[in-house]
Each structure stands twice: as structure tokens, then as C-alpha cells.
């Protein structure tokens, strides 16, 4: 594959992933981290780090086109401060661990974990399961210890947190438009911590390809940060016009098909 076709490809997966987020009110890592797997493996990636290359590339997006949403929220007024930074310790500790799972796993069970993941995901959105509103916050440490889960589990798929983060901050009471807003401060530090600890666990790896630093695809990361910025607020105006349950149901669909194909 040239060149350009390749850099056409990542600007291509960054105007689907901007797209489908703004769309479907996710993060774009559940449809960078599947697409870049399948893009290494056009490329001759070697499938022992195409997952883990995958991850890492995901998390690197996360941090820029995620800073955008933090800010605008920060704007809002809708980041509660005071949890967040009870959140931050555990989310950072949880990030770096999950990546050192990740690093620890072959690429095949990794592949296995993400489709796993994914499938659930998509069966409760496919049953339109909310997250529940509640109206105590818990204690600090419970705040911390959910911070490691959410870290972990969102540094070893790839993903920003908001699908853990925001059905935990509902449950402490916050209300949707704080869940969101809190979450999205969330995933950066996921993302930051994620993407360097990815970095360094796949340092001189002798595997990787050309323009990869550690676990980082340097050439994907620009092609979908310049692509997924601006097509994310085309993806918001269809999400304005087309139909709520159709959307929903379809990108169910669109996450059980790639949950099975890992799977499978």
C-alpha cells in the first residue's frame, strides 16, 4: 500500500470515527481501534501488536479530540470538580495498569477481550439500558477505587470512559448533562497516561512498523485527529435529524457485528 493511499485510509477512518461519535453520542474509540486493526493488517502489521498498536494509537486521538469536549463542557459549568478529582488518582493508576494487561496479553486474547467488550456494549444499547439515577455521592475512597476500574478497563480497549464514567457518576447522583461533562474531563487523563504508558511498554519492540513510536501509530494518529474534528459536528446535525431509535438500533448493530468478528 503507497503512501498516500495510507494516509488517505487515516483521514478516511477519522471522518467515520468523528462522524459515528457525533452520530451516536460515543467515543470513536470503539470504531478507531477495530478499523486501525484492520488497517494494520492491510499494511503487513505483525498481528502480535496490530491490537496493541490499535489501543494506543485509539488513546493518542482521545487526548486531542477529547479536549475540545472537556473544554466546551468546562465552558458549560457541567464538570463537577470536586469529583473528578476524586475520580483522577484511581483513573490514573487504573490506566497504567490496564495498559501493562494489555502489554501482557498476546494479540489474539486482547482481540478476544475488545470483542467481549464490544458485544456487551452493544446489547445494552440495542435494549436501550440507561444508566440509573441516584442521589448520594460515595466516599472518597469508593470514588477512587471506581476510578481504577474505569482507568483500567478503558486503557486496555482503547476507548475514553465515558460508557463506564457515565453510568457511575449518574449512580452518585450527578445529573445526565454532569455525567457527561465530568466524563469527558475523565478521559483525559485515560487517554494521556494510556497512550504514554502504551509508548513505553512497546518501546524497540522489533515488531513495529515504520512511524510508530512504542505502541503509537504516528501517521493514523495525525490522519484521524485532522478528520474526526470537523466531521464530528456533521455527525451532531444528522444526529438532530434522523430518527433517535433508528440510530441507536443501528449502531447496535454496526458494534454487535464487530464485537462478533473479534469474537469469531
Do not use: E
Request: charged fraction near 5%; glycine fraction near 16%; proline fraction near 5%.
Amino acid at each position: 500500500m503507497s503512501v498516500l493511499l495510507t494516509l488517505l485510509g487515516y483521514l478516511a477512518l477519522g471522518a467515520a470515527a468523528g462522524t459515528m461519535a457525533g452520530l451516536f453520542g460515543v467515543g470513536g474509540g470503539l470504531i478507531i481501534v477495530p478499523a486501525l486493526v484492520f488497517a494494520f493488517g492491510l499494511q503487513g502489521v505483525a498481528p502480535d501488536i496490530a491490537m496493541h498498536l490499535a489501543i494506543g494509537t485509539s488513546l493518542a486521538t482521545i487526548l486531542v479530540t477529547g479536549a475540545s469536549s472537556a473544554w466546551a463542557h468546562h465552558q458549560r459549568g457541567s464538570i463537577r470538580r470536586a469529583w473528578f478529582l476524586a475520580l483522577l488518582p484511581g483513573l490514573v493508576l487504573g490506566a497504567i495498569a490496564g495498559v501493562f494487561v494489555a502489554g501482557a496479553l498476546s494479540g489474539g486474547r486482547l482481540g478476544t477481550l475488545f470483542g467481549v467488550f464490544v458485544v456487551l456494549v452493544a446489547l445494552r444499547m440495542a435494549l436501550g439500558v440507561g444508566p440509573r439515577a441516584g442521589r448520594a455521592a460515595p466516599g472518597r475512597l469508593a470514588m477512587g477505587l471506581a476510578g481504577v476500574v474505569i482507568g483500567g478497563v478503558s486503557a486496555l480497549f482503547g476507548i475514553g470512559g465515558g460508557t463506564l464514567s457515565v453510568p457511575w457518576l449518574s449512580r452518585c447522583g450527578a445529573s445526565m448533562t454532569q455525567a457527561v461533562g465530568t466524563s469527558a474531563a475523565c478521559g483525559l487523563p485515560i487517554a494521556l497516561f494510556g497512550a504514554l504508558t502504551f509508548i513505553v511498554v512497546g518501546w524497540h519492540h522489533p515488531s513495529l512498523p515504520v512511524g510508530a513510536t512504542g505502541f503509537v501509530m504516528w501517521p493514523a494518529f495525525f490522519g484521524i485527529v485532522l478528520a474526526s474534528v470537523p466531521c464530528a459536528r456533521l455527525g451532531v446535525r444528522l444526529a438532530h435529524v434522523l430518527p433517535a431509535r433508528v440510530l441507536r438500533l443501528a449502531f447496535a448493530a454496526l458494534l454487535l457485528i464487530v464485537g462478533l468478528r473479534f469474537l469469531f
